[in-house]
Structures are given as C-alpha cells and as structure tokens.
C-alpha cells in the first residue's frame, strides 16, 4: 500500500511533467520552428540551430522557474541555480547541434531531421537535468 506521502510526492512529479511538457513543449517547438524557418530561408543548419537556441533561452529560464518547477526545492540562491539553469541549457544546445550536425553533414538528410529528436530526445534529457540539479 502507498502512504499518503509516497502519493504526494507522485503528484508532485505528475504535475511537474505536465507543467514541464506544455511549457518546454512551447519553448521547445519555438526553438525548432525557429530553427527550421532558418534552415529553409537558406541560413546553414549550424548558425540556424544558434538563433534557435538564442529564441529557446530567451524564455525558457523565466518559464521553467515559474511554472514548470514553482514551489519545488530551495529557492535561496538564484545566482546558482541560474548558472546551472545555463549549464543545461548549454548541454541542449550541445544535443540539438550533435542532431543537426550528424543528420544535415555525414548523413546527408534533410534539414527538417533534427527537430525530431529536437522534440523528443533533449526535452527528456533536460527535463531529468532542470528537476534533479537546477530547480531541486
């Protein structure tokens, strides 16, 4: 049996996943379809992920801590917890260029590719990053 405690926390987590997938899904589809009308005005696939990043981080930090994460863990060194915020978000601009470089250079695809493991892959990644280390 599961102790009101164990459920709490559960409830915690769920409404932090939803919060986190409407609000990244936001910042994350933002940063792609800025990537995306970049790349197919002619911009190369590189310098387009860099302005998508640029659009992304412009609002995911305010949102993240305001929404996705609001209320959980200590909220008393913020200068900290931005440096790791950048941190992450540094390590998704990192995945989305290794995608945008493998599927566009080596492999040769076409420069839509990249959004999908864009929308999929980092989003899970950042998501473990931001609840266990930036917002914990």
Known sequence: MISW????RRSEVFG???R???VGG????????????????GVA???????????AMASGYVLHSKVSFRGHGSRDNPAQRTLRFVTVSLIS?????LFVWTMTEPLGWPVWTPVVPMLFVTPLVTFTLNRRWVFA
């Open 45 to 55: 696939p590189l310098l387009a992920n860099v302005l998508a990043y640029a659009v």
């Open 16 to 18: 932090q996943v939803i």
């Open 26 to 41: 936001f910042v994350t589809a933002l940063g792609a379809g800025a990537y995306l009308v970049a790349a197919l005005a």
């Open 5 to 8: 405690v164990e459920r709490a």
């Open 93 to 97: 601009f990192a995945l989305n260029s």
């Open 20 to 22: 986190f997938g409407l």
